[in-house]
């Protein structure tokens, strides 16, 4: 698990009111450290409280990277925690605050960043009872810049980079309830839109690089519950606890634009899309990951390529289901790829089809597969893993599969698929240590005929291998109704025998 300066960040400046319930400053930031505390950071900071407000001065977390031997070490200027006078808290930061990043391997300082964080119109109440409080807050922008890099004792020129980042308007709440041992964390919040500016300029090699780009309409929501005694050095300890996330983050459309110029010339491309989404449901059981975006277009040009790559994608899917501990029975794994609506630019087609022989409509390859399995050792336990590594045992038995959408569709030939499969794992002689599968999938196919001949004309596909193509073909299918169509029924019965339309051929 990822736990760097942003879920810090955000803990601070995220998360609001709740009726006939009273906290204070001293409550609020107490829950804090715990929170921190509780990823295993070390926490210090010079509180100082004056009336009804606490002032939190030289902000100190030192994050542990054990993986890696090092630590580090985030620092903070000043934030202030004041009673409004009705039970809630107001957290206020200054308009500018400079924010440092300290990487050390050891007792040596191996790199130090130092940002410069700005904020317009922010405002954070916070609400609630101790160990139940609701953060509510709103700005119309917030902001970073890499004000300062020093690596190896030496202190980077500024003319040599440039990093911004710019993000707003945004509002948000989050939920933080201690329960049951769990601190569970709900939140819902929209960002606004995110700008970012990088650039570097090397004068003793004269590499020089620039990205810059926009998402808009930024929104994430969801749950997350951290057991208080995490140990995340032990994730199989930290799920058993009662870890769980389910968490989804969406934009609304994106852009970027890139140049890199080297000694052998200047690469440089632009990327687009209209909307996206990320999802990631995870706890002790099970992990479900789910990616998709729309609209993407790409352009990319330079000296290392031929010709300039122009490409458009209209949609783009990626999910996965699978189980994470051992079971006795079978549970549900899946997997799905879509990549929709593909198409690329003439001068790309013209490479290998100069003659326009082959349509050009944009092609799309689409599968969904279900299944049960039943897993036979704890994924997240290395020690389990490196067992069943060094045995060659199979970790996990499977029992059917489902084949729910199949579609090939692209140079004018088509396949559509469907099927389902159940597996015997007693019969692991049949099929060469595989479990015996009963089953079938039917497929339908059309242009293939048509598609053979052209790719004969283009000189890309050679008479005999067009003849093995065409005698598979009538092996393995029955013409259909229309041209140039044939459809296929490949079964495996209870005896291991694999069929094609009924006729047997192993």
Do not use: C
């Not at 605050?97 to 317009?120: I, K, N, Y």
């Amino acid at each position: 698990m990822q736990r760097f300066a942003t879920a810090s960040v955000l803990a601070l400046m995220a998360a609001a009111g709740q009726v006939q319930a009273e906290v204070t400053p001293q409550q609020v930031w107490d829950d804090f450290e715990a929170y921190m505390t509780g990823f295993g950071y070390q926490v210090s900071a010079r509180e100082v409280m004056e009336g009804d407000t606490l002032t939190i001065g030289d902000l100190t977390m030192v994050v542990p990277v054990p993986e890696e031997e090092a630590t580090v070490t985030i620092t903070m200027s000043e934030m202030t925690l004041a009673d409004t006078g009705d039970g809630a808290v107001r957290i206020s930061y200054p308009e500018q605050m400079p924010m440092t990043l300290t990487f050390s391997e050891g007792e040596e300082t191996a790199a130090e960043l130092v940002l410069d964080m700005t904020q317009s119109d922010f405002d954070m109440v916070v609400s609630g009872d101790p160990g139940d409080m609701l953060y509510t807050f709103s700005a119309t922008s917030i902001g970073l810049k890499l004000a300062e890099i020093m690596a190896e004792g030496e202190q980077i020129p500024s003319d040599v980079f440039d990093v911004t980042f710019d993000m707003g308007p945004m509002e948000g709440t989050q939920h933080m309830l201690i329960e049951d041992g769990l601190r569970k964390i709900t939140q819902d919040v929209t960002l606004g839109d995110l700008a970012y500016s990088l650039m570097f300029d090397d004068p003793e090699s004269e590499d020089a690089g620039s990205m810059s780009g926009r998402f808009t309409g930024l929104a994430s929501s969801g749950t997350t519950e951290i057991p208080e005694d995490a140990d995340f050095a032990d994730p199989t300890a930290l799920f058993t606890a009662g870890l769980m996330m389910d968490v989804v983050m969406s934009h609304t459309g994106g852009e970027n634009q890139f140049k890199v110029t080297e000694r052998s010339g200047t690469t440089e491309g632009a990327f687009s899309s209209t909307g996206g989404e990320l999802g990631v449901a995870m706890n002790a059981d099970s992990l479900t990951y789910a990616i998709s975006a729309s609209g993407q277009t790409v352009a990319v040009s330079g000296p290392e390529l031929p010709l300039p790559i122009n490409a458009e994608l209209g949609e783009l899917g990626f999910s996965l289901t699978m189980p994470l501990s051992e079971s006795d029975t079978p549970v549900p794994a899946a997997i799905s790829v879509l990549l929709g609506e593909f198409a690329m630019s003439d001068m790309l087609w013209n490479i290998f089809d100069p003659q326009q022989a082959l349509p050009r409509d944009p092609a799309t390859v689409a599968i969904n597969l279900e299944a049960e399995v039943t897993p036979k050792v704890n994924l997240l336990d290395p020690e389990a893993m490196e067992e069943i590594g060094r045995s060659g045992e199979m970790p996990g038995e499977l029992h059917s599969l489902k084949l729910t959408d199949l579609v090939v569709d692209a140079a004018g030939g088509k396949i559509i698929g469907s099927g389902d499969f159940t597996f015997d794992n007693t019969d692991l002689e049949t099929f060469d240590g595989l479990p015996r599968p009963k089953g079938e999938v039917n497929l339908d196919i059309s242009g293939a005929n048509g598609l053979i001949d052209k790719l004969i004309a283009m000189g890309l596909m050679q008479e005999q291998d067009a003849m093995g193509a065409r005698m598979m073909l009538g092996m393995f299918t029955v013409p259909g109704a229309e041209p140039d169509t044939a459809s296929s029924k490949i079964e495996i019965n209870e005896q291991g025998h694999v069929l094609a339309n009924g006729q047997r051929i192993k």
